[in-house]
């Protein structure tokens, strides 16, 4: 594996997790399916950029060159940009922001230093006192099932809006990405199928493939580079 990867949890309600890697060498990697905003620090051949990372509904294979280092910070489910669709960011249409020599950027009409590894949460608090940044409270009802059947379509609709993509596609996603942890934990594929809520092993293939761009196969043989992988529980949906 050319990329090396690790990650901390975040007591932030608005960060899911800051994870950051580096590259030895360059190569080709899955970058899987994902439904939650990122902002990502890239350092590569002494340059900076900051982008702003949008879901991405499908997986799809990058070129990563040798000796980068990037620094993620992942946003809970339900935090969007205000003034800014989170559509508008689905599937690589990531918003990209130059670095001064001061070390500084402009997002949202506002300068900011780099944030770091250890200092990210302290860059959040920022983003929300400023009201840069907001969560959709209804997000996490609907990812729990906690919706009186009268207000799931508003629901559904403000989880739209705040995502990127509706609730049924979110949770796919999720599903495939938990299938990746439980393979590669070592689990037969057909408790997979089970454990995760495929109905057989050619739904759990074709899913995989979508979402991660790799068969149920070749994640457990566990030497494809894949994307940061972060810890899923089963949502239980079909």
Known sequence: MFLTFESRP???????????????????????????LELVVTRLEGHAIVTLRGPVTRAKIFACPPNGEWLAIRFRTGVYVRGLPTAGLLDHKDLNF?????????FADHMWELPTHDNAEVFVDHLVRRGI????PTVQDAM?????????????????RAVGMSHAQFRQIER?????????????????????????????????????????????????????????ESLGAR
């Not at 975040?10 to 439904?35: I, L, N």
């Open 10 to 36: 975040s007591p932030s309600p608005y960060v899911e997790c800051v994870w950051r890697c580096h590259s030895v060498d360059g190569g080709y990697f899955h970058s899987m399916a994902e439904g939650n």
């Open 144 to 160: 729990h099932d906690n919706v009186r059947a009268r207000n799931r379509r508003t629901i559904q609709r403000r989880f739209l």
């Open 133 to 136: 940044i907001a969560m959709e």
């Open 98 to 106: 130059e670095v001064t020599r001061d070390g500084r950027f402009c």
């Open 176 to 232: 495939a990405r938990h299938a990746v942890d439980l393979l590669r934990e070592g689990s037969p594929i057909l408790d997979v199928i089970h454990d995760a809520g495929y109905f057989d092993q050619a739904h759990l293939t074709h899913s995989l493939k979508r979402f991660i761009g790799l068969t149920p196969t070749a994640i457990r043989n566990d030497q494809t580079q894949l994307s940061f992988s972060y810890k899923t």
